[in-house]
């Protein structure tokens, strides 16, 4: 009798070895723009904290600045507090949209532009080029045995680097502190242990993820690949290869024509200057960054042999689909995708710049002592404590009156003040908190149960503005 015996099975690896990527130095427009660009971003992000902005006396002049010890946010003319915290969500949402915005018109030219990855992995291989060699020789340095000449110019590479990402690090801790004084306290080693932490760790990501991980960051850990083509629609400007006009391809021989076949060569010149590697010959992809650098590689051949440029371009699928048809393609930046998400910015935007315009400069908060909630002291008036705080937001000292509201005959009294008042005067210095113990009495007849809403209602005397404040009255 004939057994069946199945066989064995084969392990599938889902792991796929990384392979290095090399690109090529190529000359274009898109290439002179990433230039351009890479130098406003990192020129900003290395010299933006010695940027100078009086704000006046006794005030930090440092134009963009987080200070912690002094807990605020300053921004040139802009200065926030740690209760308006909501202006950094505002911002958070703004720059999505901006984000989105951007995706609709032009693809993801964040990344292949601007995004922060991108621009230090740019300058990472740009070392690279200088010491080592294009292409070609930084392959041939990879495959090359250890020896002297290996090890001397991949130390001189990985040092370069090394101090790349020290003063990226810097940099970041540069915008929690006087610039100026907290380089100095770097560079002597007399910084703090936690300045030397956040440059080691700001430093050690760059290092990794622009020399290591580079176009990894971009296909497995940035999220933004995923729901890129949720995003864009058949007039979105994005990276195309116009397949009617290079196809078939085929490798151009000595003597021969462009008859009967097309205008690609099948050169791979887009190939080898793609920073995550990818054919934009097959098509949109994730790994596509939009950096153009396939372009530029691409109008240098056609140039070469003579052809039309823009083989590969910026364009959007329904040009390509209409010069295929032998039509004119039509750019079209205007449509209801973009006008929502331009509205959307104009109103945020508008919406936060009118809240700084018109915010009170004056804050208070009131918060009821819990032991004891009252007390009933010996002439028939009930007592509750509280602990107010004024917030003086501008650098000028102020005087304000304050008084309780909601309850018939309530006093108030002040510690190291007056006492047992129907109203009273509060000193507070400028660009400070006004801590006060506040004692309120209300005649036992007069309350309404035993939690009764009362107002403070806080006065400036030389605007006369006033803010009002709730809070609860117990009694028993």
Not at 206 to 230: D, H, I, K, N, T
Not at 254 to 268: L, N
Request: with cysteine; charged share 20%.
């Amino acid at each position: 009798m004939n057994q069946h015996v199945s066989p064995p099975k084969q392990s599938t690896s889902l792991y796929a070895e990384t392979v290095i990527i090399h690109p090529r130095a190529v000359k274009g427009i898109y290439r002179n723009l990433k230039w351009w660009l890479m130098a406003l971003t990192l020129g900003f992000w290395h010299l933006a904290p010695f940027l100078r902005w009086d704000r006046g006396p006794g005030a930090p002049d440092q134009a963009i600045l987080a200070d912690l010890d002094g807990r605020r946010g300053y921004f040139f003319f802009i200065e926030i507090w740690p209760q308006e915290v909501y202006y950094l969500t505002g911002l958070l949402l703004l720059a999505a949209i901006v984000l989105f915005f951007m995706s609709a018109v032009a693809g993801r030219v964040w990344c292949g532009f601007l995004c922060w990855q991108t621009v230090y992995t740019d300058l990472f291989i740009l070392v690279e080029r200088l010491v080592v060699g294009d292409r070609p020789a930084r392959m041939n340095l990879v495959r090359r045995k250890w020896d002297a000449h290996k090890i001397t110019k991949t130390a001189i590479v990985h040092a370069l680097w090394l101090v790349i990402s020290a003063a990226c690090g810097a940099s970041f801790v540069l915008f929690f502190g006087d610039a100026f004084q907290t380089l100095k306290e770097i560079l002597t080693l007399e910084a703090s242990i936690g300045a030397y932490s956040c440059i080691f760790i700001i430093g050690g990501f760059c290092y990794l993820l622009a020399g290591f991980a580079r176009e990894q960051v971009c296909l497995y850990m940035c999220p933004y690949s995923r729901f890129q083509s949720s995003m864009l629609d058949e007039h979105s400007l994005i990276i195309n290869y116009e397949t009617w006009r290079g196809e078939p391809r085929a490798p151009m021989r000595k003597g021969g024509t462009f008859e009967g076949r097309g205008h690609c060569i099948d050169c791979k010149a887009c190939v080898q200057a793609c920073p995550t590697g990818i054919d934009i010959r097959e098509g949109l992809q994730m790994g596509c960054i939009g950096c153009g650098l396939c372009a530029d590689a691409c109008d240098t051949v056609m140039k070469k042999y003579g052809l039309p440029p823009h083989l590969i371009s910026y364009d959007s699928a329904n040009n390509v689909e209409a010069r295929a048809r032998g039509a004119k393609g039509e750019t079209r930046l205007i449509r209801p995708r973009t006008l929502i998400y331009t509205a959307l910015i104009v109103v945020i935007a508008a919406g936060m710049m009118i809240s700084l315009g018109t915010r009170r400069t004056t804050e208070a908060n009131v918060l009821h002592e819990r032991t004891p909630l009252f007390v009933v002291q010996s002439d028939g008036t009930v007592r509750n404590g509280y602990t107010y705080k004024v917030l003086n937001m501008i650098r000028k000292d102020r005087t304000y009156r304050v008084k309780v509201a909601g309850l018939e005959g309530a006093t108030i009294s002040v510690v190291g003040g007056a006492t047992r008042v129907t109203e009273t005067e509060l000193q507070v210095t400028g660009d400070d908190i006004g801590t006060f113990r506040v004692y309120v009495d209300v005649p036992e007849s007069n309350l309404k149960g035993k939690k009764t809403p009362i107002f403070f209602e806080l006065t400036e005397l030389s605007e006369g503005s006033t803010l009002r404040t709730e809070s609860l009255f117990a009694g028993p």
